[in-house]
Nanobody, 119 residues
Framework: QVQLVESGGGLVQPGGSLRLSCAAS????????MGWYRQAPGKERELVAS???????NYVDSVKGRFTISRDNAKNTMYLQMNSLKPEDTAAYYC?????????????WGQGTQVTVSS
């Protein structure tokens, strides 16, 4: 069992920066693929960025060059550095952990943290 807790959301002006953190408790953090998803009101949840256990990263086109995902396996923590924020980045951001097991996919979600980009 893994518990995920996000932090770092808030209100920021356009062009500003925020750093989200996702702290994981439980065992096996280093074996999980980790991801940040976001969901804006009236829209579907989308994958923003992911990082594999080996450190390979992937980003949705709309955040490439502005967001950076990273992980610190020693601290059981994942981060999302968000720069040059735009109003369209406003959403609830969720931390996700998943791995493939012999019986299927083992997946966990955090409770979410709100990011609002507004002047």
């Amino acid at each position: 069992q893994v518990q995920l807790v996000e932090s770092g959301g808030g209100l920021v002006q356009p062009g500003g920066s925020l750093r989200l953190s996702c702290a994981a408790s439980g065992s096996g953090f280093s074996f999980f693929r980790m991801g940040w998803y976001r969901q804006a009101p009236g829209k579907e949840r989308e994958l923003v960025a992911s990082i594999t256990s080996g450190g390979t990263t992937n980003y949705v086109d709309s955040v490439k060059g502005r967001f950076t995902i990273s992980r610190d396996n020693a601290k059981n923590t994942m981060y999302l550095q968000m720069n040059s924020l735009k109003p369209e980045d406003t959403a609830a951001y969720y931390c996700n952990a998943d791995r493939i097991m012999s019986w299927g996919k083992d997946m966990y979600w955090g409770q979410g943290t709100q990011v609002t980009v507004s002047s």
